[in-house]
T-cell receptor, first 107, second 118 residues
Framework: DIQMTQSPSSLSASVGDRVTITCRAS??????LNWYQQKPGKAPKLLIY???SLQSGVPSRFSGRGSGTDFTLTISSLQPEDFATYYC?????????FGQGTKLAIK | QVQLQESGPGLVKPSETLSLTCTVS????????WNWIRQPPGKGLEWIGH???????SYNPSLKSRVTISLDTSKNQVSLKLSSVTAADTAVYYC????????????WGQGTLGTVSS
């Protein structure tokens, strides 16, 4: 199985801040890497697919980079609605695996 | 816009089988992979497995001996059966449609809580 490790596990930031979350795969996943946002009591929402492609309807302040084993999700200017938990997920091979999540909280 | 809706008994006894259904509306279940993903309370996401419209399946090895995913194309439904459940199987269970090219999940159901308790 490909292990996905996110850092940090939690993060405190303020509205307007720029934040970056990192995801590392235990082996190369090429660009088969996706990012999701989850709010309490809700299903995850796809933000970024194929490492750097913005899902339709997602604000442009979200961006993704990386290939191989190292990936980042950046929010350029935090908005109040961005405080949530973020997950990376590899779709390179089965079993599909997710990172453990990064909880983004208001400072 | 495709919509997914999970349903099934919310409470199952230990050692019994958890059976859930995902009903797809606004689109056909053909030509896609359909996934089940779960999330224990307060924890992260775990992929259970998926099925292609042709019927081919792939399961998480950690659950493979207990999982069956099937399709009913006449009803546009995807089903999950998880046998010999324990309290560790208590989770919110989501169905999700997989993108054909990159394998991401752009479409999710709202999730249904499956509780294992005597």
């Amino acid at each position: 199985d490909i292990q996905m490790t996110q850092s940090p596990s939690s993060l405190s930031a303020s509205v307007g801040d720029r934040v970056t979350i990192t995801c590392r795969a235990s082996q190369s996943v090429s660009t088969y890497l996706n990012w999701y946002q989850q709010k309490p009591g809700k299903a995850p929402k796809l933000l970024i697919y194929a490492a750097s492609s913005l899902q339709s309807g997602v604000p442009s302040r979200f961006s993704g980079r990386g290939s191989g084993t190292d990936f980042t999700l950046t929010i350029s200017s935090l908005q109040p609605e961005d405080f949530a938990t973020y997950y990376c997920q590899q779709s390179y091979s089965s079993p599909r695996t997710f990172g453990q999540g990064t909880k983004l909280a208001i400072k | 816009q495709v919509q997914l809706q999970e349903s099934g008994p919310g409470l199952v006894k230990p050692s019994e089988t958890l059976s859930l259904t995902c009903t797809v509306s606004g689109g056909s279940i053909t030509s896609y992979y359909w996934n089940w993903i779960r999330q224990p309370p307060g924890k992260g996401l775990e992929w259970i497995g998926h099925i292609y419209y042709s019927g081919s399946t792939s399961y998480n090895p950690s659950l493979k001996s207990r999982v069956t995913i099937s399709l009913d194309t006449s009803k546009n439904q995807v089903s999950l059966k998880l046998s010999s459940v324990t309290a560790a199987d208590t989770a919110v269970y989501y169905c999700a449609r997989e993108d054909r090219i990159g394998g991401s999940y752009p479409n999710w159901g709202q999730g249904t809580l499956g509780t294992v308790s005597s």
